[in-house]
């Protein structure tokens, strides 16, 4: 029910954007969030933001040069990736929680109730 575009090749220090929408706007998220995976890795917590109110947090590794947005109309979250660095990439997914249930932290991915298909982001030169 997560509808992911936006990735792609592109070289270092490159922007990208990347979008999430709830598909057919079938329910109204308490939370989404961005991981990412690289090849043989785990899936790392990159950011969430709170659907009501905004309130997001990013991974240290992406501060400042990742933001999360969201469109409540849409029920869309975007990722701006700027100053894209090889270690960047992975694929990335986007995740959504219809509630809080308290028994995860939002950056654990068992918090999350949906996923998307994920898109791959190769930085390349």
């Known amino acids: 029910q997560l509808v992911e575009s936006g990735g792609g090749l592109v070289q270092p220090g490159d922007s990208l954007s990347l979008s999430c929408a709830v598909s057919?706007?079938?329910?109204?998220?308490?939370?989404m969030a961005w991981f990412r995976q690289g090849l043989g890795k785990d899936r790392d917590f990159v950011s969430w933001i709170v659907w009501r109110g905004g309130n997001a947090n990013y991974a240290d590794s992406v501060k400042g040069r990742f933001t999360i947005s969201r469109d409540n109309s849409k029920k869309t979250v975007y990722l701006q990736i700027n100053s894209l660095k090889p270690e960047d990439t992975a694929v990335y997914y986007c995740?959504?929680?219809?509630?809080?249930?308290?028994?995860?932290?939002?950056?654990?991915?068992?918090?999350?109730?949906?996923w998307g298909q994920g898109t791959q982001v190769t930085v390349s030169s």
């Open positions: 057919g706007g079938t329910f109204t998220p308490y939370i």
């Open positions: 995740a959504a929680a219809r509630f809080n249930t308290g028994f995860h932290t939002f950056a654990n991915p068992a918090f999350y109730d949906y």
